[in-house]
């Protein structure tokens, strides 16, 4: 079975700092890794995604994730926070053939400025 | 149209009553997805529809709640006698089509529908 852990359910950085979102996961053969932002009363949007290639990926708004097979992990990474930010960042993963993607409880980025 | 649209964007009812959400996919997208966003719970996987074939049902939690999808387009999830525990987020998501080797093509969510049960 799939299945994605996010360990932290919140997370504060001050603006203009790193911040990072950790994501675990679980599933059997290569792993399809998404993550995906949603901000208050809106649905989710894409961030970026890991298929195959390189290992650091590179998304929307200055983000960027890098997939770590021996740890199976795919922390999310961006250099300097801003406040727009703030969001609930979920991660997600699929593995072979037509399965529907499995989400993380999410973490909550709150950049404070 | 342009994006997933999802109808209504906030519902209450009451205890007991059936209610139906609508989903209307990116035209041309032939996979389907519902989800439900619980709060501390993440997003829960409900249901796939991929084309003509067979739909995923293995999320629904109880046999109150079904989905179809009509002519591979519109979707509607029905929850009938709702219960408090129903209460959530009901998020569609549509895709050009399921995940290839090697390939995926990505999910587009809609700003999903608010259930509240009182």
């Known amino acids: 079975a799939q299945s994605v852990a996010q360990p932290e359910d919140q997370v504060n950085v001050a603006e203009g700092n790193p911040l990072t979102v950790k994501c675990t996961y679980s599933?059997?053969?290569?792993?399809?890794l998404f993550w995906y932002v949603q901000y208050p009363n809106r649905g989710l949007q894409f961030l970026l995604k890991?298929?195959?290639?390189?290992?650091l990926v590179k998304g929307s708004y200055g983000f960027e994730a890098e997939f770590n097979k021996s740890q199976t992990s795919f922390h999310l990474k961006k250099p300097s926070a801003l406040v727009s930010d703030s969001a609930l960042y979920f991660c997600?993963?699929?593995?072979?053939?037509?399965?529907?993607?499995?989400f993380g409880k999410g973490t909550r980025l709150s950049v404070i400025a | 149209g342009a994006g997933v649209s999802q109808s209504p964007s906030n519902k209450v009812t009451e205890k007991g009553k059936d209610v139906e959400l609508r989903c209307d996919p990116i035209?041309?997208?032939?996979?389907l997805y519902w989800y439900r966003q619980s709060l501390g719970q993440g997003l829960e996987f409900l249901i796939y529809?991929?084309?003509?074939?067979?739909?995923?049902k293995s999320g629904l939690p109880s046999d109150r709640f079904s989905a179809e999808r009509t002519g591979g387009s519109v979707s509607t999830l029905t929850i009938q006698r709702t219960q408090q525990e129903d209460s959530a987020v009901y998020l569609c998501?549509?895709?050009?089509?399921?995940?290839?080797?090697?390939?995926?093509?990505?999910?587009?969510f809609g700003s999903g529908t608010r259930l509240t049960v009182v």
């Open positions: 997600a993963v699929r593995g072979r053939g037509n399965t529907p993607l499995v």
């Open positions: 035209s041309g997208h032939t996979a």
């Open positions: 890991y298929i195959t290639g390189d290992n």
């Open positions: 529809f991929q084309g003509n074939s067979a739909p995923d």
């Open positions: 998501a549509s895709s050009p089509r399921g995940s290839t080797v090697g390939r995926d093509y990505g999910y587009t």
């Open positions: 599933v059997s053969g290569n792993p399809y």
